[in-house]
């Protein structure tokens, strides 16, 4: 089961975690076209439903429906939901996931790495530009990320937000291959220079999700120079794995921030054991957990974000 961004799925969230599956479906069911954006993430949580409440045809009729719609989802989400184990030895299930996987295949084949630039409205031509590049989270896009950084150009940011070119499913995008992830951040700034001239010592790297863990990794190997990362409930798996990459990046001068949702467990408790581990280390790190939030940005971001990089910077 997956996480979406609408408060919506929270509510779906917060029935799948009670074990409320029928009366899941039927929320999502009833609610799923007020949504169409999200039409993917709808049906992802149906036939999670439909499965867990044993209607295991219904799932399969899901899937199909899905298909036939255009929507289709990874081998991960197919194959290793524990929510779908009873149909993975159905044989109409197993057509399915085929017909999936050729979609995501042909889906993959033509992806690109895409980047948007948000430019500043009163931008000073011949100064250093304040820069920040901000990374979507898994199942993410352009298109749903973007509207989150509509207040850059009243700023004095020069934005890059890039989108991955790993396909996660239908019209979404995943970080997963973490070298091809960082290669694209790489190219990315290097077209930001071509155009631009960021100054590193006013230099951010922002993620969210599992864009925060690229994030955090780019700051830390400096992928292209970064002077503070901001981490939107980032996803960081094992925080002992990350040791070679954090004693490495002491004395770089890197400061940063985590922005947590109350409820989003356990991605809080692991991102407050990495920023305790990061200071440790002398890397100083803020850390602000929102109250009644989940797995999300948190409420009135403009300002939270004006406060935030204040602080990153000293200012």
Not at 114 to 125: A, S
Not at 133 to 159: K, Q, V
Not at 234 to 251: H, R
Request: charged letters at 25%; proline letters at 5%.
């Amino acid at each position: 089961m997956v996480e979406g961004t609408p408060r919506f799925f929270n509510t779906a969230m917060e029935l799948y975690n009670a074990q409320k599956y029928r009366e899941g479906y039927t929320f999502v069911t009833e609610h799923a076209g007020d949504y169409p954006e999200y039409i993917d993430r709808s049906f992802s949580f149906r036939i999670c439903f439909a499965a867990k409440s044993g209607e295991l045809d219904l799932a399969e009729e899901l899937l199909e429906d899905a298909l036939d719609q255009g929507c289709f989802f990874s081998k991960k989400a197919l194959r290793e939901d524990e929510d779908l184990i009873p149909l993975q030895k159905r044989e109409f299930f197993n057509r399915l996931v085929a017909r999936d996987l050729n979609m995501l295949e042909d889906a993959q084949g033509n992806a690109r790495p895409l980047l948007q630039i948000l430019r500043p409205n009163h931008r000073v031509t011949d100064e250093k530009d304040r820069f920040l590049m901000s990374l979507h989270c898994n199942l993410g896009n352009l298109r749903r990320y973007l509207p989150l950084w509509e207040f850059i150009p009243r700023t004095d940011w020069l934005a890059a937000i890039p989108q991955s070119s790993q396909v996660g499913g239908s019209h979404t995008f995943v970080w997963d291959n973490k070298e091809i992830a960082l290669k694209e951040v790489r190219d990315h700034y290097q077209t930001v220079l071509k155009h631009f001239t960021p100054d590193p010592q006013l230099s951010l790297m922002i993620g969210y999700s599992m864009g925060g863990h690229i994030a955090l990794r780019a700051a830390l190997e400096q992928t292209f120079p970064i002077r503070g990362f901001l981490l939107v409930c980032p996803a960081f798996g094992e925080v002992d794995a990350w040791m070679p990459m954090i004693e490495a990046a002491q004395g770089l001068g890197l400061k940063g921030y985590f922005l947590l949702g109350e409820m989003d467990e356990p991605v809080t408790t692991n991102a407050k054991a990495m920023q305790k581990i990061l200071e440790q280390h002398g890397i100083n790190a803020g850390v602000e957990v929102f109250a009644g939030i989940w797995h999300e940005f948190p409420p009135d971001f403009e300002q939270v974000f004006e406060r935030v990089t204040r602080e990153i910077f000293n200012e």
